[in-house]
């Protein structure tokens, strides 16, 4: 039955092969667009378990980069049962380098309390250094950096070199090397060092990495934090702080009354539209108490699996939207395959009613038509694979720093048995009309 319908299909080649490349591309196409998410994926995955510890940020801020708390809470943490580090991390966005704006891959400067960097067990940075050195405490307060092999081979440095990052010059003291899109994105200095240069609130940082001793699990540990921190106000930003960093208004930390900027009015009301409107003296008397509202968090305490977490909602929003994409190539490929195999069966009308003639059933002429169509698809699928497997091993090796895509081998896998059954429920409707045709009215028709 097989060489009977690949003959039958090497019998009519242009149009075999037209029906063949639609479905190639359609699955190609597949193949690329799904495994940009399964890149992201891995790419978080790896990133995040490199990650063991905890990350104190403002809450409602989506990364440290958007958030600011107070300097001074470092010591109280310090003192929870089960932690062994707490890090202080200023971050910030390195927006011109070498005197070119930077838009994509993004680099942040990351600010470091470097005596607690050190006394960490476990360092991304430290464990990643591949030439040079770390930074050490004879550099709090200057213009030392540590920065990526990728930023460094963009910008053509070495050691020893001075790099300018926001129109400051810095000397590059040692390179490193994680392997994440997501963490070889960072030019490393001393925290102090930011704050000299009058880049940052004296008085806040980005928020605190918590490094815990292994005495108790990390969620734990997480609800101990949040329950000290639970009653605390911020004195050195807010939400409004993304505004500032946008260039809109001052920097947080700033309380100058006389403040005029979008930032200022913007606080101001919103502070006015959370404020009570009604005095005490102005209530009825015999209104009951109103009870205290609890008071909600000023932060958030998350470890690797709430980013991954987080991520994957993401992600399977991404999944549908591909999936909307995917289905549209496919849905004219399969329509090219019902139209080569309607054609195919509309042409050899005759030949079926010689077959029923001389004995075939209808389920020999369905099981033949359907063999030609599955055909096609798994040679569309086979093909369509390779080549998205191809391009994504093009693409990541023409642009290692930018771009993580993976076609896992499930992918693949899937991608060819989809194509095969797509294909074969394209000669579905072909191979049900013709096995209904009795041998003299195939014959008549034909």
């Known amino acids: 039955m097989w060489k009977f ?22 699955i190609a196409g597949m193949v690329g667009l799904f495994s940009v998410a399964r890149g992201l994926e891995q ?14 940020m403002q809450a409602g801020a989506p990364i440290p980069l958007f958030s600011r708390l107070p300097k001074d809470w470092k010591s109280d943490m310090e003192r929870v049962p089960g932690v062994h580090v707490v890090a202080p991390e200023v971050w910030m966005r390195a927006n011109i380098i070498e005197e070119k704006p930077v838009m994509a891959p993004p680099r942040f400067l990351f600010g470091v309390d470097i005596p607690s960097r050190i006394k960490l067990r476990k360092g991304v940075y430290t464990e990643s250094m591949i030439e040079g050195r770390f930074l050490k405490p004879d550099d709090v307060g200057e213009r030392k950096i540590v920065i990526s092999r990728q930023i460094a081979e963009e910008h053509h440095k070495k050691i020893g070199d001075t790099l300018s990052v926001n129109g400051i010059e810095f000397e590059v003291v040692g ?35 918590i490094e815990p001793d292994g005495s108790v699990s990390n969620e734990e540990l997480a609800r101990r934090v949040k329950e000290l921190l639970q009653d605390r106000t911020l004195t050195t930003g807010s939400p409004m702080s993304l505004l500032a960093l946008a260039g809109l208004g001052q920097p947080s930390g700033s309380n100058k009354p006389e403040s005029k900027s979008v930032v200022a009015w913007l606080a101001n009301t919103f502070a006015g539209a959370n404020s009570e409107t009604a005095s005490p003296e102005t209530e009825p008397t015999s209104a009951p108490p109103k009870a205290k509202p609890k008071t909600p968090s000023p932060v958030e305490v998350r470890n690797a699996s709430d980013f991954s977490d987080r ?12 999936a909307l994409l995917t289905g549209i190539g496919m849905t004219i490929a399969v329509l090219s395959i019902v139209n080569t195999m309607l054609m195919s069966v509309t042409e050899r009308v005759i030949e079926f009613g010689i077959l029923k003639a001389n004995g075939w059933s209808p389920w020999d002429v369905l099981k033949l038509i359907t063999v030609e169509s599955a055909s096609l698809g798994l040679g569309g699928g086979a093909l369509g694979a390779a080549i998205g497997w191809t391009v994504t091993v093009v693409v990541n090796a023409r642009w290692p720093d930018r771009v993580n895509l993976f076609a896992s081998p499930g992918l693949l896998a899937f991608s060819v048995v989809f194509s095969t059954v797509v294909g074969l429920l394209g000669g579905l409707y072909p191979a049900v009309w013709a096995m209904r045709l009795s041998p003299m009215e195939a014959i008549r028709r034909g």
């Open 175 to 209: 390179l490193y090397h994680v392997g994440s899109l997501l963490l070889d994105i960072a030019i490393l200095v001393d925290a102090d060092a930011l704050r000299q240069l009058g880049w940052f609130d004296p008085q806040a940082v980005s928020g605190f990495y």
């Open 5 to 26: 319908a690949l003959r039958n299909l090497l019998s009519r080649p242009a149009r075999s092969a037209l029906s063949l490349l639609g479905l190639t591309v359609a």
């Open 311 to 322: 991520f994957k909602e993401l992600s399977e929003d991404l999944n549908l939207i591909l």
């Open 43 to 56: 790419t978080f995955d790896r990133s995040f378990k490199s990650i063991p510890g905890l990350i104190v």
